[in-house]
Each structure stands twice: as C-alpha cells, then as structure tokens.
C-alpha cells in the first residue's frame, strides 16, 4: 500500500486558477469512485472538500471542484484567494477496507 | 452534531505501548452508520491511515470488526467500549517513527467522507 502521489508545493495568484493532482494505481484511485480531498490549515485538522471524487459537501465553496481521469484524481480551485493557502490531502478506497492518503500539496497565494 | 475527542498520553518511552481513546459524542458508535478510524500525521509529513473499526447492533460490546494498515503489522490494536461510546488503539513498541499527531475521524465509508476530531500529539522519547 504505497501513498498516492501529489506534488510537494503548487502556488497561484489571487482570482487565478490551481489544480492538484493526485496519481495512484489500478488498485485505488483507478477502481473506485471514492476520492477524497481534505483541506488542512497549520494547527488544525484536516476539512472534507471533496468526496466521492467530484461531490462538494454542504457549506464548501463551488470554487472546489473535483476529477478524476484513470488513475490520477485532480482538485481545482478557482478564483484563487488568500484564505486557500492551506496544505490539500487526497485519499483513495485501496480495496478491502482500507484507505490511501497522498503525500501532501502545499498551496501558495502569492 | 457528531463530536469527536481524542485522549491519551503527550510523551511516551521507545518501547513502549501507546494508548488513546476517542470518544464520541452525537451519534451511538454502533449504530452501524459509520465507520471509526484513526489516522496519524508525522512533523511536517502527510497523513497515514492506521486502522479501521466498525461496529453494529449485533456486535458484542466490546467487539468490532477490524481492519489495519498492513505497515504497522501486529503492534497494532483497535478496539470499542460501546458502553462508554469510545474506540480505542493501542500501538507496541513504539520507536520515534511513531511521534506523530493522532487523529481520530468518523468515516462513511461508502462515500469515503472523512470528518475528523482536532488531534492529540504523542511524543515518543525517553
């Protein structure tokens, strides 16, 4: 069970566009519709953004969107604001209930 | 509301065993609805998923079923007190790898939503 794969940093300015992505295997991100994306500002824990690889949960913004291709799952933010610089977590089902997290992207507002 | 709150130990000896709770508040933790899970995060790394434990109405009170991250192997125990409405890990052994923050989270599994109680620091170090 091998971490999903996110770049390490990713940077944007204020109004512009980002996407993360997030790359694992036939096993996990390729087999099941069950991506998520989880927002995590320093201190505290991670938020829910993104699940079941494209649903956005009540109360988070529609500038979150979700998407998956084959094996690589991806996160878009739109109208990037400051308030978005976070570190983004992406995690897979792997199959037999057990779950999958990437590395890691950490988002700079410049 | 569905709150979640980690307890359990700051610092711990290499070699030792670590013990944390979560206790849950807002829904019965064997109501079947969701799954329970602890997931740790290293200084400055990402998140690991540890472990995995369900429970329903026809498990006994301190049973469950189980599920592991295969990496941490036999050091690793989840249990659950329904009577107390916690879930529980204990961790053998522990070496410095396994400072981490511990989060406990409530997960639905069929959507894989995640949502996660604030954390607790277990420092491993003599």
């Known amino acids: 069970q091998s971490a999903l794969t996110q770049p390490a940093s990713v940077s944007g300015s204020p109004g512009q566009s980002i996407t993360i992505s997030c790359t694992g295997t036939?096993?996990?991100?390729?087999?099941?519709?069950?991506v998520s994306w989880y927002q995590q500002h320093p201190g505290k824990a991670p938020k829910l953004i993104i699940y079941?690889?494209?649903k956005r949960p009540s109360g988070v913004s529609t500038r979150f969107s979700g998407s998956k291709s084959g094996n690589t799952a991806s996160l878009t933010i739109s109208g990037l604001r400051t308030e978005d610089e976070s570190d983004y977590y992406c995690?897979?089902?792997?199959?037999?209930?057990?779950?999958?997290f990437g590395g890691g992207t950490t988002l700079t507002v410049l | 509301q569905v709150y979640l709150q980690e307890s359990g130990p700051g610092l711990v000896k290499p070699a030792e065993t670590l013990s944390l709770t979560c206790t849950v508040s807002g829904v019965s933790i064997s109501s079947g609805a969701y799954h329970w899970v602890w997931v740790r995060q290293a200084p400055t790394k990402g998140l690991e998923w540890i472990g995995t434990v369900y429970v329903s109405g026809t498990t006994s009170p301190y049973g469950g079923t189980t599920y592991y991250n295969p990496s941490l192997g036999s050091r690793l125990t989840i249990s659950v007190d329904t009577s107390e409405n916690h879930f529980s890990l204990k961790l053998d052994s522990l070496s410095a790898a396994d400072t981490a923050i511990y989060y406990c989270?409530?997960?639905?599994?069929?959507?894989?939503?995640?949502?996660w109680g604030q954390g607790t620091l277990v420092t491993v170090s003599s």
């Open positions: 989270a409530r997960l639905t599994s069929g959507a894989g939503q995640f949502y």
């Open positions: 079941e690889d494209i």
């Open positions: 995690c897979s089902y792997a199959g037999r209930q057990t779950w999958v």
């Open positions: 036939s096993s996990d991100v390729g087999n099941h519709n069950l």
